[in-house]
């Protein structure tokens, strides 16, 4: 499975943008670029995902770059609910397995 | 929202004994998972589910461990024999095939 690298840890003021990097530098080309977060006490929860172009939903963006070694997930305005650990995980397309394989992610500290 | 409920919540066992986790799915899902988190730890990959038999299995799901799918609504996992390191965060997950996976909040297993 293609390795993802993630800080540790971060922190954000409340109401400001979030940057979180993702260095995933052995991507294959049908490996998507999966973000999802566990909040304190909860399952994971699906983000965002992308192949090549930027998306945007409800709760994100994911920027990827040109040539897909490296993505940021982006939160807009952080809120205190936004405090979680964010995973960034690559995800094949079609094959044989639908699984997630989680790294350590993460620690979004978001302060008032 | 249609969501994955996971029962009970908090489960304790004592070592040796044979526990039953139970999930229900979001009903149009087909593929269905059990990841496990052990305390301080990452989410781990335990086995995943399609067509009413195992799709893929990790190492840690050993013949101690087994899955089923016993009514059309609840996808279970069972550990025969609990010990002491079964103590974890047990989660179940559902998805449609090529689709994000969506978790429960997970059962507490604690053994004694």
Known sequence: ????????SMES????PVHLPCNHSTISGTDYIHWYRQLPS???EYVIHGLTSNVNNRMASLAIAEDRKSSTLILHRATLRDAAVYYCILRPDG???NKLIFGTGTLLAVQP | EPEVTQTPSHQVTQMGQEVILRC???SNHLYFYWYRQILGQKVEFLVSFYNNEI????????????VERPDGSNFTLKIRSTKLEDSAMYFCASSEQV??????????????
């Open chain 2, 24 to 26: 229900v799915p979001i």
């Open chain 1, 1 to 8: 499975d293609a390795k993802t690298t993630q800080p540790n």
């Open chain 2, 55 to 66: 799709s893929e299995k990790s190492e840690i799901f050993d013949d101690q461990f087994s």
């Open chain 1, 95 to 97: 094959g044989a397995t």
């Open chain 1, 13 to 16: 003021n409340e109401e400001e």
């Open chain 2, 99 to 112: 689709r994000p996976l969506h978790f429960g909040n997970g059962t507490r297993l604690t053994v004694t």
């Open chain 1, 42 to 44: 909860q399952g994971p």
